[in-house]
């Protein structure tokens, strides 16, 4: 295999599985060619009222002309209660399809079975996020074909420009009509926007609407519209929306996250951020969620009003809008279940789609409108680097989600995250994987301080006469270290399991086999 | 085999490692099991070998299982195990370099740490109390004594690295009871700046504590570094607190105990506490008699924020310094409810700058408005500026 090294220094792969790898150039380098996705479109002949409900599952699959080889997608709204992906990849494994490619938004730990699809060599690879048992199975070799990894604004772009070409989208939508237009916020398994499924309704040659809540003509609001939709497909159940709920919507009682969520709290005020009209994003998890909570704080003892809140809203983001602390919730995904009521009922909470938020093809994107956003990481390196995907022992654990897209596009990105766990660092001198470039991230918060990429010399001078502890990021290490020992490097194999996109599609990184 | 020839240290969980030792065994071997094994096997397996040389160990099978424990808890657990299995005593101890305790400070919140959760101790330097208990009594139950002391032992030893330059309390357990002098005997020379002595219910009590530990301080030659926060938490506690306060220099503190005083006393906890109010007073004014601070008991709902406020609110209102508390997130509240308020510091200047204008002017008295300012009066005006420079007011400078 022939390596090249990217702007980052980072050794990539010339070409792979046939493919020609563009190095990374840098975040905002114009590295686009102006091709553009075809698909096959026909022209709809039949007379009278259209109805394109199939009748069951292999009436519906003997109609898509299914090959071994094609390319299949999915979205993650239902998160880790989705029974869709499974479902699905269990019966195109009865017909005896080989080698297909699978393009989910995400994959969760519901979906470990589909290591048994990818050991049989139904499956010949993943391009989408994953976690858990298939990311694991990622990382020790055991797909033919190498994984890609893409943000969901990469993704968006992917598919319109061809490089990820979908032939069958099936489509899991809470409710939907006998004309295909479907939404998520109707219905008994109400999950909240499925708009990451929009490109893949819009690009896919086939798209199949599978739902348990058929409603009658029209479906509205229609988050995915029937004009672009071939069949219907109802089914029993399509997943358990109690389990979209990711991790904890109580409020963190570990001291660390509650110290670092209050520490970030405060950089904001310190440095200007919180103001009338400003806008932020923060998703779900221990740390962000205090953050909300706390931020929601000092919006309201400052007596001024956020204009809009983006990303994976929660039960805490929702109280924020209902207090008439933030004018508008624009939402790509809803992490609790009183986002999806509030989503469904409030008019000032907008369903948005990746196109809208993070593609670089749209003609500049609402990440780019946000004031601060709050991200987690798995690992930051002295140059600011971040890695969210990998694990420092190199397992592939997690997805890009809105990370690159938000970290790229928001004015300020703080990244949160306590500096050891267990005795991991994650402050090192250079990340097992890079996410996201140190050029797009300002500022890492950890509960020992508060490091600010020299590169942002506003950001410095705003804070420097705050209470908050200013550390530079060789002394955090070194501080890290003093408690936790440095770590061992971990063994890999030269074969690269994964690429990592960045949002315009050139390769920011690779990932590695991890040896047993 | 028999079963008991197996001993076992640690506990389940984050930031801590199960040592299991079958001492049957001739030859010393060692395994290691750990969920941060491809970054640390190596250095856990080199940190358990050492412990066991350290401690003249040959034989026996050791086992662990790790969940990311920091050196230090590794080798408090191996410890643990070699002691239990009887193949060891109290190492060789050597004493830490910490800064003398202070016996005049801001006391606003004490932290209480257990013993032998490893975990909570990590990180908790950087929560902002004003001192941290790490406890040996309550918290700890009575199979993991040793355990707990060890890793108190340990933790100390690392001198700045986990508590900054904090102030650091170790409660012990009582010393008429079966662990309490075990408790002294090591834990003195890893030099904590204050031993809180549960249920102290008479100035022997305090005595006996004093000969002891003078005993151990001379052995290490730190004589006289270790002070005394005598814990009143019995009904004989309270009618003897004024001796008890007077019973040694080493005694910078009372502290009151609600939870086994309300117990003595046969009534219920409640959130008000008026139950305990009477016995708060008299703790309150022994202590100054004996020109030491009072510091206030725990209030125990985490979740119940205006009423740890209020309770904090009524301690300052009583002549209490501080409370103590059992999780960080109390913290902040603790210390707002005893900083100054900013009306009273505005007050306070303008008493101090009527008393410098007064002095002058040779004048005696002085008057603010319709009020009479005396010597009473400025002296507090005095203090409260002083205590409101230490919470980092500004503005005091003239002052």
Sequence with gaps: MQWIENSLGRKIPKEIDGRACKPFKGAFVDQGDEFMARRKISLTTAPGRINKIEKNWDALLDKLQLKSGMTVSFHHHLRNGDFIVNETMRRLAERGLKDLVVAPSALFPVHDSLVELIKTGVISHIEGSMNGRVGVACSKGLMKKTAVLRSHGGRY???????????????????????????????????????IALADSLYADKVVILTDGLIPFPCVPMSISGLNVDHVLVVDTIGDPEKIVSGTTQITRSPTQLLIAEMAAEFTEAAGIIREGFSFQAGAGGISLAFTKFLGDRIRQKGVKASFAVGGSTRISVELLNAGLVSYIMEGQSFDLEAVRSLRDNPRH??????ISYCQHAKGCFAHMVDVAVLGATEIDLDFNVNVNTHSDGLLL????????????AGCTIITAPSFRKRIPIIK????TVTAPGEVIDVIITERGVSINPRREDLIDRVRNSNLPLISLPQLMDEVYTITGKPDEPTFGDRPVALVEWRDGSIIDVVRQVLD | MSMNSIFQSGLEGKSDLIV?????????????ESSVFRLFGRQIKEAVEKTLKDLGVTKGAVKVKDDGALDHIIAARVEAVVRKAGFATIPKLRVPSREPAVKDRLRRSRLYLPGNQPDLMINSGLFGADSYILDLEDSVAPDQKLDARVLVRRTLEMGHLFFRHCELIVRINPLSGPYGRDDLAEIVPALPHILLLPKCESAEDITEADNQTAKIERKYDIA???????LIETVKGVLNAQSIAAASS??????FGAEDFTRDLGVTRTREGKETLHARTQVVLAAKVAGIQAIDTVFSDIADEPGLYNSAIEAKSMGFVGKGVIH???????HRAFAPTHEEIEEAKKIVDAMRKAEQTGSGVVALGSKMVDVPVAERARKLIDLAKKHGTPGLEGF
């Design chain 1, 398 to 409: 997690h997805g890009i989600g809105g990370f690159a897209d938000a970290a790229a596009g």
């Design chain 2, 224 to 230: 006289g570094r270790i002070l005394f926060m005598p």
């Design chain 2, 328 to 334: 960080p997130s109390q913290i902040p509240t603790v």
């Design chain 2, 20 to 32: 299991s030792m079958d001492a049957s065994v001739e030859g010393l071997t060692v395994q290691v």
């Design chain 1, 157 to 195: 772009r992917a598919i319109q420009d061809g490089d990820l070409h979908i032939d069958v989208a099936f489509i899991a939508a809470p409710a939907a009509d006998e004309f295909g237009n479907a939404n998520g916020v109707l219905g008994k398994s109400a999950c909240g926007p499925i708009g």
């Design chain 1, 350 to 355: 907008v369903e948005i789609d990746p196109f």
């Design chain 1, 429 to 432: 001198d250079r990340v097992t």
């Design chain 2, 250 to 255: 080493r005694n910078i503190a009372l502290c």
